[in-house]
Protein backbone atom coordinates (compact mmCIF):
# COMPACT_ATOMS: atom_id res chain seq x y z
CA UNK A 1 0.00 0.00 0.00
CA UNK A 2 1.78 3.08 -1.22
CA UNK A 3 -1.17 5.39 0.78
CA UNK A 4 -2.66 4.65 3.80
CA UNK A 5 -5.98 6.69 4.23
CA UNK A 6 -8.29 6.63 7.11
CA UNK A 7 -11.12 4.62 5.43
CA UNK A 8 -8.57 2.07 3.88
CA UNK A 9 -7.46 1.81 7.62
CA UNK A 10 -10.83 0.83 8.31
CA UNK A 11 -10.84 -1.58 5.80
CA UNK A 12 -7.58 -3.13 7.20
CA UNK A 13 -9.27 -3.84 10.70
CA UNK A 14 -8.98 -7.48 10.02
CA UNK A 15 -5.34 -7.03 11.32
CA UNK A 16 -5.96 -4.95 13.87
CA UNK A 17 -4.87 -1.50 15.47
CA UNK A 18 -1.23 -2.67 16.63
CA UNK A 19 -0.61 -3.11 12.56
CA UNK A 20 -2.79 -0.02 11.27
CA UNK A 21 -0.64 1.82 14.04
CA UNK A 22 2.67 0.15 11.92
CA UNK A 23 1.50 1.38 8.42
CA UNK A 24 0.20 4.87 9.69
CA UNK A 25 3.67 5.58 11.27
CA UNK A 26 5.33 4.30 8.03
CA UNK A 27 3.68 6.75 6.03
CA UNK A 28 4.29 9.30 8.22
CA UNK A 29 7.91 8.82 8.65
CA UNK A 30 8.37 9.19 4.36
CA UNK A 31 7.11 12.74 4.46
CA UNK A 32 8.82 13.59 8.06
CA UNK A 33 12.36 12.53 8.49
CA UNK A 34 12.39 13.35 11.91
CA UNK A 35 10.01 10.67 13.10
CA UNK A 36 11.70 7.33 14.94
CA UNK A 37 10.19 4.32 16.05
CA UNK A 38 11.64 2.70 18.78
CA UNK A 39 11.03 -0.91 20.33
CA UNK A 40 10.95 -2.77 22.89
CA UNK A 41 12.06 -6.05 21.41
CA UNK A 42 8.51 -6.23 19.72
CA UNK A 43 8.75 -4.78 16.38
CA UNK A 44 6.22 -7.13 14.60
CA UNK A 45 4.33 -7.37 17.54
CA UNK A 46 3.82 -3.48 17.73
CA UNK A 47 3.26 -3.73 13.95
CA UNK A 48 6.54 -2.14 12.74
CA UNK A 49 7.90 -4.77 10.85
CA UNK A 50 7.61 -2.96 7.07
CA UNK A 51 8.41 0.07 9.14
CA UNK A 52 11.85 -1.32 9.75
CA UNK A 53 12.43 -2.86 6.88
CA UNK A 54 11.96 0.94 4.88
CA UNK A 55 13.41 2.84 7.36
CA UNK A 56 16.30 0.55 9.05
CA UNK A 57 18.35 3.59 10.11
CA UNK A 58 15.37 5.03 12.01
CA UNK A 59 13.89 1.80 13.58
CA UNK A 60 15.58 1.32 17.03
CA UNK A 61 15.39 -1.91 18.54
CA UNK A 62 16.62 -1.12 22.37
CA UNK A 63 15.26 -4.46 23.59
CA UNK A 64 13.69 -5.76 26.76
CA UNK A 65 14.48 -2.54 28.70
CA UNK A 66 11.93 0.12 28.58
CA UNK A 67 13.03 2.45 31.26
CA UNK A 68 16.40 2.63 29.13
CA UNK A 69 14.08 3.19 25.96
CA UNK A 70 12.17 5.80 27.61
CA UNK A 71 15.08 7.58 28.42
CA UNK A 72 16.73 6.87 24.90
CA UNK A 73 13.94 8.18 23.27
CA UNK A 74 14.01 11.37 25.44
CA UNK A 75 17.49 11.88 24.52
CA UNK A 76 17.19 11.40 20.29
CA UNK A 77 14.07 13.91 20.83
CA UNK A 78 16.73 16.83 22.05
CA UNK A 79 18.12 16.26 18.66
CA UNK A 80 14.78 17.60 16.90
CA UNK A 81 13.08 13.97 16.82
CA UNK A 82 9.40 12.82 17.19
CA UNK A 83 9.67 9.84 19.02
CA UNK A 84 7.12 6.67 18.84
CA UNK A 85 8.24 4.34 21.75
CA UNK A 86 6.20 0.75 22.00
CA UNK A 87 5.63 -1.48 24.19
CA UNK A 88 3.25 -3.72 25.93
CA UNK A 89 1.31 -1.60 28.51
CA UNK A 90 2.25 -2.68 31.93
CA UNK A 91 6.14 -2.92 30.84
CA UNK A 92 6.00 0.47 29.34
CA UNK A 93 3.88 2.15 32.31
CA UNK A 94 4.64 0.62 35.39
CA UNK A 95 8.32 -0.69 34.84
CA UNK A 96 9.14 2.97 33.10
CA UNK A 97 6.89 4.98 35.39
CA UNK A 98 10.12 7.17 36.89
CA UNK A 99 11.48 7.48 33.45
CA UNK A 100 7.95 8.70 32.17
CA UNK A 101 7.18 10.99 35.19
CA UNK A 102 10.90 12.78 34.54
CA UNK A 103 11.42 12.76 30.82
CA UNK A 104 7.77 13.17 29.53
CA UNK A 105 5.99 14.85 32.33
CA UNK A 106 8.58 16.84 33.77
CA UNK A 107 10.95 17.56 30.77
CA UNK A 108 8.49 17.65 28.30
CA UNK A 109 10.28 15.59 25.92
CA UNK A 110 8.80 14.93 21.88
CA UNK A 111 8.31 11.10 22.84
CA UNK A 112 5.11 9.21 22.14
CA UNK A 113 4.46 6.25 24.41
CA UNK A 114 2.30 3.60 22.72
CA UNK A 115 1.02 0.85 24.29
CA UNK A 116 0.04 -2.35 22.80
CA UNK A 117 -1.97 -4.92 24.40
CA UNK A 118 -3.84 -2.25 26.23
CA UNK A 119 -6.77 -3.68 28.41
CA UNK A 120 -7.41 -7.39 28.50
CA UNK A 121 -6.60 -7.67 24.91
CA UNK A 122 -2.91 -9.73 26.13
CA UNK A 123 -5.10 -11.59 28.17
CA UNK A 124 -3.83 -15.41 27.28
CA UNK A 125 -0.43 -14.90 28.81
CA UNK A 126 -1.83 -14.17 32.12
CA UNK A 127 -1.69 -10.86 34.86
CA UNK A 128 1.80 -10.10 33.76
CA UNK A 129 0.10 -9.03 30.36
CA UNK A 130 -2.67 -7.74 31.58
CA UNK A 131 -2.68 -3.21 31.33
CA UNK A 132 -5.22 -2.44 33.32
CA UNK A 133 -3.32 0.30 35.38
CA UNK A 134 -1.65 2.43 32.71
CA UNK A 135 -4.52 5.35 32.44
CA UNK A 136 -4.38 5.65 36.09
CA UNK A 137 -0.74 5.99 36.34
CA UNK A 138 -0.22 8.15 33.19
CA UNK A 139 -2.93 10.17 34.75
CA UNK A 140 -0.82 10.82 37.65
CA UNK A 141 1.79 12.52 36.10
CA UNK A 142 1.30 15.75 34.86
CA UNK A 143 1.36 17.05 31.67
CA UNK A 144 0.65 13.81 29.22
CA UNK A 145 -2.40 14.17 27.17
CA UNK A 146 -3.96 10.51 26.55
CA UNK A 147 -5.41 9.04 23.17
CA UNK A 148 -7.19 5.95 23.06
CA UNK A 149 -8.65 5.50 19.67
CA UNK A 150 -11.77 3.19 18.83
CA UNK A 151 -11.18 1.51 16.20
CA UNK A 152 -8.38 1.48 13.14
CA UNK A 153 -9.76 4.53 10.99
CA UNK A 154 -9.06 6.20 14.68
CA UNK A 155 -5.81 4.73 14.90
CA UNK A 156 -4.44 5.66 11.68
CA UNK A 157 -5.98 9.92 12.77
CA UNK A 158 -4.26 9.78 16.42
CA UNK A 159 -0.78 8.35 14.25
CA UNK A 160 -1.29 11.27 11.86
CA UNK A 161 -2.63 13.96 14.98
CA UNK A 162 0.52 12.91 16.69
CA UNK A 163 3.09 12.82 13.74
CA UNK A 164 2.85 16.42 13.61
CA UNK A 165 2.16 17.33 17.51
CA UNK A 166 4.99 18.61 19.43
CA UNK A 167 5.01 17.17 23.09
CA UNK A 168 4.42 13.51 25.00
CA UNK A 169 1.34 11.98 24.32
CA UNK A 170 0.21 8.27 25.67
CA UNK A 171 -1.70 6.58 22.64
CA UNK A 172 -3.64 3.23 24.30
CA UNK A 173 -3.95 0.72 21.68
CA UNK A 174 -6.63 -2.01 22.63
CA UNK A 175 -8.54 -5.19 21.39
CA UNK A 176 -7.92 -7.65 18.84
CA UNK A 177 -7.52 -8.27 14.95
CA UNK A 178 -10.77 -8.37 13.10
CA UNK A 179 -13.13 -6.15 15.42
CA UNK A 180 -16.18 -4.43 13.52
CA UNK A 181 -15.13 -0.83 13.33
CA UNK A 182 -17.00 1.97 14.63
CA UNK A 183 -16.50 4.97 11.64
CA UNK A 184 -17.98 4.62 8.71
CA UNK A 185 -15.37 7.79 7.35
CA UNK A 186 -12.52 9.56 8.63
CA UNK A 187 -12.73 11.13 12.04
CA UNK A 188 -11.04 14.29 13.34
CA UNK A 189 -8.35 13.57 16.02
CA UNK A 190 -6.89 16.42 18.85
CA UNK A 191 -5.64 16.85 21.89
CA UNK A 192 -8.79 17.83 24.43
CA UNK A 193 -11.87 16.15 21.86
CA UNK A 194 -14.29 13.86 22.14
CA UNK A 195 -16.42 12.50 19.55
CA UNK A 196 -20.73 12.55 19.88
CA UNK A 197 -22.02 8.78 18.42
CA UNK A 198 -25.46 9.27 18.95
CA UNK A 199 -27.62 12.05 20.13
CA UNK A 200 -29.86 11.44 23.56
CA UNK A 201 -31.66 13.25 25.58
CA UNK A 202 -31.94 10.86 28.50
CA UNK A 203 -28.93 8.74 29.65
CA UNK A 204 -25.22 9.52 29.03
CA UNK A 205 -23.25 6.41 27.94
CA UNK A 206 -19.30 7.66 27.72
CA UNK A 207 -16.71 5.14 26.37
CA UNK A 208 -13.29 5.03 24.55
CA UNK A 209 -11.48 2.14 22.96
CA UNK A 210 -12.52 -1.16 21.76
CA UNK A 211 -15.57 -0.94 24.33
CA UNK A 212 -16.67 2.07 22.07
CA UNK A 213 -18.63 -0.16 19.28
CA UNK A 214 -20.41 -2.55 21.34
CA UNK A 215 -21.47 0.43 23.43
CA UNK A 216 -22.71 1.28 19.85
CA UNK A 217 -24.41 -1.71 19.16
CA UNK A 218 -26.16 -1.76 23.00
CA UNK A 219 -27.12 2.02 22.24
CA UNK A 220 -29.02 1.45 19.20
CA UNK A 221 -30.26 -1.61 20.09
CA UNK A 222 -32.20 0.59 23.13
CA UNK A 223 -32.74 3.20 21.39
CA UNK A 224 -34.85 0.77 19.27
CA UNK A 225 -37.05 -0.89 22.23
CA UNK A 226 -37.35 2.06 24.22
CA UNK A 227 -39.13 5.85 24.13
CA UNK A 228 -36.30 7.39 26.19
CA UNK A 229 -33.03 8.21 23.90
CA UNK A 230 -30.01 7.38 24.95
CA UNK A 231 -26.47 9.99 24.02
CA UNK A 232 -23.02 8.06 23.40
CA UNK A 233 -19.92 10.06 23.71
CA UNK A 234 -16.50 8.98 22.05
CA UNK A 235 -13.97 10.23 24.95
CA UNK A 236 -11.12 9.19 22.74
CA UNK A 237 -8.84 11.81 24.77
CA UNK A 238 -8.66 11.06 28.15
CA UNK A 239 -6.93 13.79 29.32
CA UNK A 240 -7.49 16.46 29.12
CA UNK A 241 -11.22 16.15 29.10
CA UNK A 242 -12.69 18.80 27.40
CA UNK A 243 -15.73 21.52 28.13
CA UNK A 244 -18.43 19.44 25.62
CA UNK A 245 -17.71 16.24 27.65
CA UNK A 246 -18.02 18.15 31.15
CA UNK A 247 -20.98 19.99 30.19
CA UNK A 248 -22.73 16.54 28.91
CA UNK A 249 -21.87 15.62 32.23
CA UNK A 250 -23.40 18.14 34.33
CA UNK A 251 -26.69 18.19 32.06
CA UNK A 252 -27.68 14.46 32.27
CA UNK A 253 -28.41 12.70 35.38
CA UNK A 254 -28.14 9.37 34.63
CA UNK A 255 -24.55 8.84 33.27
CA UNK A 256 -22.66 5.07 32.64
CA UNK A 257 -19.34 4.71 31.83
CA UNK A 258 -17.76 1.88 30.17
CA UNK A 259 -13.78 1.41 30.39
CA UNK A 260 -11.71 -1.51 29.42
CA UNK A 261 -9.50 -0.58 32.56
CA UNK A 262 -9.51 -1.08 36.11
CA UNK A 263 -12.60 0.19 37.92
CA UNK A 264 -9.82 2.69 39.52
CA UNK A 265 -7.78 5.74 37.77
CA UNK A 266 -9.61 5.72 34.23
CA UNK A 267 -12.10 7.72 32.67
CA UNK A 268 -14.78 7.30 35.74
CA UNK A 269 -12.40 7.87 38.68
CA UNK A 270 -11.89 11.67 36.82
CA UNK A 271 -15.60 12.44 36.12
CA UNK A 272 -16.77 10.97 39.86
CA UNK A 273 -14.08 13.25 41.50
CA UNK A 274 -15.36 16.10 38.98
CA UNK A 275 -18.92 15.97 40.14
CA UNK A 276 -18.01 15.62 43.79
CA UNK A 277 -16.06 19.11 43.15
CA UNK A 278 -18.81 20.79 41.84
CA UNK A 279 -21.08 19.67 44.24
CA UNK A 280 -23.18 17.38 41.48
CA UNK A 281 -25.48 14.27 42.56
CA UNK A 282 -25.98 11.93 39.56
CA UNK A 283 -27.18 8.03 39.32
CA UNK A 284 -23.94 6.53 37.88
CA UNK A 285 -23.58 3.19 36.22
CA UNK A 286 -19.83 1.56 36.19
CA UNK A 287 -18.65 -1.17 33.46
CA UNK A 288 -14.86 -1.85 34.07
CA UNK A 289 -12.68 -3.99 35.10
CA UNK A 290 -12.96 -5.20 39.08
CA UNK A 291 -9.91 -3.97 41.19
CA UNK A 292 -8.25 -7.39 41.99
CA UNK A 293 -6.37 -10.10 39.55
CA UNK A 294 -8.13 -11.19 37.20
CA UNK A 295 -7.92 -14.73 35.42
CA UNK A 296 -6.18 -15.63 32.34
CA UNK A 297 -8.53 -16.28 29.43
CA UNK A 298 -8.58 -14.92 25.31
CA UNK A 299 -10.20 -11.72 24.59
CA UNK A 300 -13.68 -13.00 24.17
CA UNK A 301 -13.70 -15.16 27.09
CA UNK A 302 -12.79 -11.99 29.25
CA UNK A 303 -14.90 -9.76 27.87
CA UNK A 304 -17.79 -12.07 28.09
CA UNK A 305 -17.17 -12.94 32.02
CA UNK A 306 -16.56 -9.18 33.33
CA UNK A 307 -19.84 -7.89 31.67
CA UNK A 308 -17.51 -5.50 28.60
CA UNK A 309 -18.97 -7.51 25.33
CA UNK A 310 -22.77 -6.40 24.07
CA UNK A 311 -24.94 -8.28 26.16
CA UNK A 312 -23.18 -6.81 29.53
CA UNK A 313 -23.29 -3.42 28.47
CA UNK A 314 -26.75 -3.62 27.21
CA UNK A 315 -27.88 -5.30 30.66
CA UNK A 316 -26.08 -2.33 32.42
CA UNK A 317 -27.26 0.09 30.21
CA UNK A 318 -31.07 -1.31 30.54
CA UNK A 319 -31.15 -1.72 33.94
CA UNK A 320 -30.25 1.95 34.67
CA UNK A 321 -32.70 3.39 32.13
CA UNK A 322 -35.32 1.80 34.99
CA UNK A 323 -33.60 3.80 37.87
Known amino acids: MNELTSNAAKRLSRLGQRAVYGLALLEAAETNSNIVALSGDLGNSSGLDRFRSQFPERYIN ?9 GFASGMSTLGYNCFASSFAPFITMRSCEQVRLNLGYMQSNVKIVSIGSGISMGYLGNSHFGLEDIAIIN ?5 PIICPADTSQVY ?8 YSGPAYLRLTGVAGEETVYKDSVNVEIGGSNTINNGEDILVLSYGSTLQRCKVAVQSLNN ?5 IHLEDVYSLRPLNTKLLELVRRFNK ?10 GGLFTCLSQYTATEGLSKQWEHVSLPDRFLISGSYQELSSRYGLDIE ?8 LHFK
Open 255 to 264: IMVVEEHRET
Open 140 to 144: SIPNI
Open 312 to 319: GITRKLNS
Open 62 to 70: IGIAEQNMV
Open 157 to 164: EAVRFLSN
Open 225 to 229: LRSGS
